[in-house]
């Protein structure tokens, strides 16, 4: 059974920091592209950042230069780190993991006010 299981979404005030996992299981972690995609009140899911299989990064405009995306292949977990955070970062933050079909995560509130 296929699980990915986010942590770390709290409450933070704008210019903050914080720092998402996603622990996955019950798939070949290595051989999968990972990333992270959100879904903000009233819009549609979107992409965040991804690291394919052989690390390759890409980023959302949005969020370049303020989040680093990583993984560890020998602890099955991939990491967001957001920085500078804005408001509008504001959203339920989904872990993916994809290679011949896709997986998701149930999702973490990033909530950034102050």
């Known amino acids: 059974q296929v699980q990915l299981v986010e942590s770390g979404g709290n409450l933070v005030q704008p210019g903050g920091s914080l720092r998402l996992s996603c622990a996955a299981s019950?798939?070949?972690?290595?051989?999968?592209?990972m990333g992270w995609y959100r879904q903000a009140p009233g819009k549609e899911r979107e992409l965040v950042a991804v690291?394919?299989?052989?690390?390759?990064?890409n980023y959302a405009d949005s969020v370049k230069g303020r989040f680093t995306i990583s993984r560890d292949n020998a602890k099955n977990t991939v990491y967001l780190q957001m920085n500078s955070l804005k408001p509008e970062d504001t959203a339920v933050y989904y872990c993916?993991?994809?290679?011949?079909?896709?997986?998701w995560g149930k999702g973490t509130l990033v909530t950034v006010s102050s």
């Open positions: 690291i394919s299989s052989g690390g390759r990064i």
């Open positions: 019950g798939i070949n972690f290595s051989f999968n592209n």
């Open positions: 993916y993991a994809g290679r011949y079909r896709d997986y």
